[in-house]
């Protein structure tokens, strides 16, 4: 069925905003007509809303998501970062498969109450991409791969790819799936470049936590630190490779249009130079650097050499919520240009802006329907009153609509 959502004001983002517009969602789920009200017209049959008093926008974009892990939210109070990250591994290997797929299928709705109609997720169980299928979501599903031993990286890349192939049954047009080399303080060198051939040989885009932390970069660097002393620990023998994570990275053939960096924090002017002639991406997390103390990304000068950047809120384990809008002001953003960094600038940094990000002819009707006043910061986390995806009515007024497929 053909959709018609008028609203009091529409934001196209990629053209000026149109008070008492509209938009026509067709019944293939693309966008028909986008203008003002008097302009758009109702097909026959068509289910008409209304909201004269809210803002229609493109359906917001979240770039870094570890769905997977809901349940942990409050979970892990452990200051140090390494020791974040073990007490991480710790709780999910105590975790039930059935919790994960709660866990998911809760992030996604969650995500739905708040607008966002897209995800970049990185996990390791299947059960996001599972639940993005099954509930009728958007977005790509990273799947994880970890192995720091390079003695077993073959062991390593045999299981990831055999994960893969009973998850590519999961995909479609909506949900695409990815590989995801975790870290540079998880995955040994060997790994990294045989899952980089692996990935570009199908076709399959690239995320990777990367110059996250300082202890990210002394391990890289000098071989020292608390992931080196954890590695070692394990009979893992860590050298210094006298470079920053990013160079690393770059030389192992990681780099490529379609990598997404996730948090890429500590950055010289070479690693940027680098992420450009690239065509790499970054996912900006600023909450989840922030609690986490691992210093201020340098925005400016990534967004200045034409990197790509978008917002992602990272886990809840790590910030509480899945709130963009908090992200976004976090970054020193509001407003149109807020809305812009969660929308095209998000589908720009996932490489589908052709598809997504902003309310276009022809454009999947992602979209969301928020109170005006959503858009202008500081405020309580906002709540969609629509949310649409693929011209389906996914979230409404609190009672989220979707099944399985």
């Not at 905003?17 to 008097?38: C, F, N, Q, W």
């Not at 997977?68 to 990250?85: D, K, Q, S, T, V």
Request: glycine residues 10%; contains cysteine.
């Amino acid at each position: 069925m053909a959709l018609r959502i008028r609203a009091g004001s529409v934001h196209p983002v990629t053209a000026p905003p149109i008070s008492d517009g509209a938009v026509l969602v067709d019944d293939a789920g693309k966008i028909a007509a986008v203008g003002p009200h008097a302009r758009v017209p109702t097909p026959p049959g068509a289910q008409a809303l209304e909201f004269p008093d809210a803002a229609l926008v493109p359906g917001l974009i979240n770039c870094h998501t570890h769905l997977e892990l809901m349940h942990l939210a409050g979970r892990n109070p452990e200051p140090g970062f390494a020791a974040w990250i073990h007490r991480i591994r710790e709780l999910k290997d105590a975790t039930p498969p059935d919790e994960f797929r709660r866990s998911a299928e809760q992030g996604v709705r969650d995500c739905w109450t708040r607008g966002v109609t897209c995800v970049a997720d990185t996990g390791s169980t299947g059960a996001v991409v599972e639940a993005l299928a099954r509930l009728g979501g958007r977005g790509i599903a990273y799947h994880e791969v970890f192995g720091p031993d390079p003695a077993l990286a073959e062991p390593s890349l045999a299981r990831f790819r055999d994960e893969v192939a009973a998850l590519r049954k999961w995909t479609s047009f909506q949900v695409g799936l990815g590989a995801s080399p975790h870290a540079p303080y998880t995955v040994s060198a060997d790994l990294y470049r045989a899952v980089a051939q692996e990935a570009y040989r199908d076709g399959l885009p690239l995320a990777v936590h990367l110059a996250e932390s300082r202890e990210e970069v002394e391990l890289v660097r000098d071989g020292a630190g608390p992931f080196a002393e954890l590695l070692r620990a394990r009979g893992i023998a860590v050298a210094a490779q006298g470079c920053t994570p990013v160079a690393l990275l770059a030389r192992l053939g990681v780099l490529r249009l379609g990598t997404l960096c996730i948090h890429a924090v500590h950055l010289n002017a070479r690693d940027i130079a680098l992420l450009r002639d690239a065509r790499a991406a970054v996912a900006h997390c600023p909450r989840s650097n922030r609690a986490h103390g691992h210093g201020v990304a340098p925005l400016a000068a990534l967004r200045a050499a034409g990197v790509r950047v978008g917002l992602g809120t990272d886990s809840v384990v790590s910030v509480g919520d899945l709130d963009l809008w908090a992200e976004a002001e976090a970054a020193g953003w509001q407003g149109e240009e807020a809305l812009r960094m969660l929308t095209i600038e998000g589908a720009r940094a996932l490489c589908w802006e052709r598809v997504i990000g902003s309310l276009e002819v022809g454009k999947a009707a992602d979209l969301a329907v928020f109170p005006p006043t959503a858009l202008y910061r500081p405020l309580p986390p906002p709540t969609a009153l629509v949310t649409v995806v693929a011209g389906r009515i996914v979230h409404q007024a609190r009672a989220e609509i979707g099944g399985e497929r």
